[in-house]
């Protein structure tokens, strides 16, 4: 019987909510650690994680047996529960609604690891709004602004 082979390298962003919920230096590498840990338990190969206060990239190798919705969504709800519970605060942590995910060939892997692993100054000269609507031009993905992210200016 034939097995199946794939090489599928996939990077997904979303965005924390508002502004009081942002993504704290006292619990970022915790976080990070834990969705590494949830890719892994879904059989997923972690590539590069990294951000900002106010939203996150995951760059993985995607096996075809997962749907990518039902992954992010599980990224997403699992680690609300996961940052509420270990590190409470007075504003309830949650991530906004959708996602980004763009797809890229073996060869591009290398770049899109160093420019995730490079957030920090990346968005020293641009805005997460900057950064989200260059990826949606790039990949020539049609988009209404009302629908895109709530941008919250950094």
């Given at each position: 019987?034939?097995?199946?082979?794939?090489?599928?390298?996939?990077?997904?962003?979303?965005?924390?909510?508002?502004?009081?919920?942002?993504?704290?230096?006292?619990?970022?590498?915790?976080?990070?650690?834990?969705?590494?840990?949830?890719?892994?338990?879904?059989?997923?190969?972690?590539?590069?994680?990294?951000?900002?206060?106010?939203?996150?990239?995951?760059?993985?190798?995607?096996t075809p047996t997962i749907c990518l919705s039902d992954l992010v969504?599980?990224?997403?709800?699992?680690?609300?529960?996961?940052?509420?519970?270990?590190?409470p605060s007075k504003f309830k942590f949650s991530w906004q609604e959708?996602?980004?995910?763009?797809?890229?060939?073996?060869?591009?892997?290398?770049?899109?690891?160093?420019?995730?692993?490079?957030?920090?100054?990346?968005h020293k000269k641009h805005s997460f709004r900057e950064e989200y609507?260059?990826?949606?031009?790039?990949?020539?993905?049609?988009?209404?602004?009302?629908?895109?992210?709530?941008?919250?200016?950094?």
């Amino acid at each position: 019987m034939a097995d199946t082979y794939s090489q599928i390298s996939i990077q997904v962003i979303f965005a924390v909510r508002n502004r009081e919920s942002s993504i704290r230096p006292e619990f970022r590498d915790e976080l990070y650690k834990y969705l590494s840990g949830i890719l892994a338990k879904k059989g997923q190969k972690l590539l590069a994680i990294n951000g900002t206060t106010n939203h996150i990239h995951l760059f993985f190798g995607m096996t075809p047996t997962i749907c990518l919705s039902d992954l992010v969504r599980d990224l997403k709800s699992d680690s609300t529960l996961f940052i509420n519970s270990k590190f409470p605060s007075k504003f309830k942590f949650s991530w906004q609604e959708g996602y980004g995910a763009f797809s890229y060939g073996r060869s591009q892997r290398d770049t899109v690891i160093r420019y995730i692993n490079n957030q920090e100054d990346h968005h020293k000269k641009h805005s997460f709004r900057e950064e989200y609507l260059s990826f949606l031009k790039t990949f020539d993905i049609e988009y209404d602004t009302k629908y895109a992210f709530e941008f919250f200016e950094d």
